[in-house]
């Protein structure tokens, strides 16, 4: 690691080397989504600008909107006070943050007891992720 990166150090990884990271709307501050982060993704994201996450599943980066277009412009990098948490605000591209074609990722709200979908789809993941 160069002496450039030395801020890094100062993220408290878990014992598997991620951070967990927020995405927040830079504008509105609606929460878009929870991702990880390894040191080479945070690296990544601080250097060009744009979000780059771990996936655990699929166990490698993945630059977000690499398949969707649905890029994240990062606006701000924030640690949070136990310096165990990013926070990144983003402007988010073409308005979809979610896999599922929703603005963001917390479209489930409990009520009564049962989980109901509050928020309308946007664009069809299909349409989205043609493979």
């Given at each position: ?51 780059v996450y771990w996936s655990r599943s699929r166990k490698k980066l993945w630059?977000k909107g690499e398949e969707s277009g649905h890029v994240q412009k990062v606006k701000e990098i924030r640690l949070d ?51």
């Open positions: 690691m160069s002496a450039k990166d030395i801020w890094l150090n100062k993220v408290k990884w878990t014992d598997d080397g991620l951070v967990p990271v927020i995405a927040q709307d830079a504008t509105n501050g609606t929460v878009l989504m929870f991702a990880w982060m390894n040191r080479e993704a945070l690296k990544l994201t601080s250097e060009s600008g744009e979000a630059h006070c136990d310096e165990d948490v990013v926070l990144l605000k983003v402007e988010q591209i073409g308005g979809i943050a979610c896999h599922t074609g929703r603005n963001h990722c917390f479209f489930q709200k409990l009520e009564k007891g049962n989980w109901l979908v509050v928020e309308p789809i946007l664009k069809d993941p299909a349409e989205i992720y043609k493979k």
